[in-house]
């Protein structure tokens, strides 16, 4: 027996488009032709489409899927091994995205301060907190000592605690935007003293930030924008400001050991 395109379309859930597609890719060409010339599916068309659904749903890219069935010999048992390797790692960071979820919404339950849209735009101004990026920052961090304590602590925060720590970053900030206008070197003193700053805000009111875990904080403002545009707004950045923020905080944090080594001397 054999079938037409919108017959295998109806019984096998896939669109006629999709079908075309796998015939110009040759990964499913009808092997067979009507006396009009149309296309049709025979009984081992239709056996290697349900493998290639099948490895599809599994997650697997065409290119893949025409790899393993190019090849009798291959070893497909290779390929769904490392298969659900990804599966499980996929369902893995999934539920640690479902457990900042749950976290997030514990907070607003239990001690989070709930600010009303005015009231957020009031505190927080143009900063904007990305949830991706709190989410990825969970999934990187969320094991540290220092990242729980710090979700801890902004939990306990009120609207007017949250009031001040925005008014003295929005002024560090100023400062800091001054001297990278400037041109002043990343160790300069006055630059120097603004990483140092931006160490002691966080230890105040997150967690304490020791040198070497602000450099890995800076890593990210300076690889991942959604973090740097909770220190400097879109609006008031400037072409490598990141970066020379991330070389000051490193050139603090050198100073800062070199200064720790000369009192282990003394």
């Known amino acids: 027996m ?9 019984f096998a859930g896939v669109t006629i488009r999709t079908l075309h597609y796998y015939d110009r890719s040759g990964l499913l060409s009808p092997s067979e032709r009507s006396p009009a010339g149309y296309r049709l599916y025979n009984g081992a068309d239709l056996a290697r489409l349900q493998q290639i659904l099948f490895y599809r749903e599994l997650g697997f890219p065409l290119d893949e899927i025409a790899d393993i069935l190019a090849d009798p010999q291959a070893n497909a048992l290779d390929h769904l091994l490392a298969r659900r390797q990804a599966l499980s790692e996929q369902i893995a960071r999934l539920q640690k995205l479902v457990d900042v979820a749950e976290r997030a919404i514990e907070v607003q339950r239990t001690g989070g301060v709930e600010l009303t849209p005015d009231e957020r735009f009031e505190v927080f101004g143009d900063v904007v907190f990305d949830l991706s990026y709190a989410a990825d920052a969970h999934l990187k961090w969320g094991e540290r000592d220092s990242h729980q304590e710090a979700l801890a602590r902004a939990a306990t925060h009120s609207k007017e605690d949250w009031q001040q720590l925005m008014a003295e970053a929005a002024e560090w900030r100023g400062r800091l935007l001054e001297a990278f206008d400037e041109g002043l070197p990343v160790d300069h003193p006055t630059v120097l003293d603004l990483a140092e700053q931006h160490r002691q805000h966080i230890t105040r009111w997150f967690t304490p930030c020791p040198p070497e875990m602000h450099c890995r904080i800076a890593d ?10 909770l220190v400097v707004p879109p609006a008031e950045q400037r072409p490598g400001l990141a970066g020379y923020l991330r070389a000051a905080i490193g050139a603090n944090a050198e100073r800062r050991n070199e200064s720790d080594l000369d009192e282990v001397a003394r």
Do not use: P, T
């Open 220 to 229: 990210d403002y300076e690889a991942d924008a959604r973090a740097f545009a």
């Open 2 to 10: 054999s079938w037409s395109v919108g017959q295998v379309s109806g």
